[in-house]
């Protein structure tokens, strides 16, 4: 079977772009706004919770995009990358046209996780921050169809095609403490004709 293609990146963002990421993720978290699975998509399959963790989309925080240093600095590093992804395999190849972005903020703690599932995006990027030093095991994407093992680090981003069936082990904490567990800014890419 064929790989995925997929673009894999690490050390994305410099100290000050993850403070400030950081920043943000932390007020994100210490407020109202996180949500149940079930009230942020994708969470299940035929009445079944198929995540668990807590997030919230962006566009349901912010009236304006630029208000967001997340979406600001991920935006910079999709424009840096998504050329180099979209040369990767033929099937990539109008991710460059892509148009409409979502952004979902996502937090994994003790035991939450994700099971295997498809987007509905075109395609999809990952970028992945944690408190340093790191306080936990596991948070590593698997693309189920082809057994690919992608091991989680703190400062990464992969894009993969939305069709590509993934999933993400469980988080388990070494002694972690109050939002020190695994964060997920999930962007979805999609070409919506205008």
Known sequence: MDKVPYLL????FSDEELRLIFDELQFLNNSYLMQPPERTGSA???GNLIKNNKGVFLRNVYGREDASSIIR???VRLEQYVLEYSKLHITNLTTA???????????????????????ATF????????KEPQKFTGGDLTFNNTDEFIE????????????????VSPVLFDGGGDREGRYC??????????
Do not use: C, Q
């Open 44 to 46: 299940g399959y035929d």
């Open 9 to 12: 990146k690490r050390n994305v």
């Open 73 to 75: 600095l991920l935006k």
């Open 185 to 194: 800014v999930t962007v979805g890419m999609h070409i919506v004709p205008k």
């Open 123 to 130: 395609s999809t990027a990952l970028f992945w921050f944690n």
């Open 97 to 119: 046209n892509t148009n409409e972005l979502w952004f979902l903020v996502s937090y994994y703690e003790n035991s939450d996780y994700y099971k295997p599932h498809e987007d």
């Open 152 to 167: 989680y680090k703190n400062n990464s981003m992969i894009i993969f095609p939305g069709w590509a069936r993934h999933s």
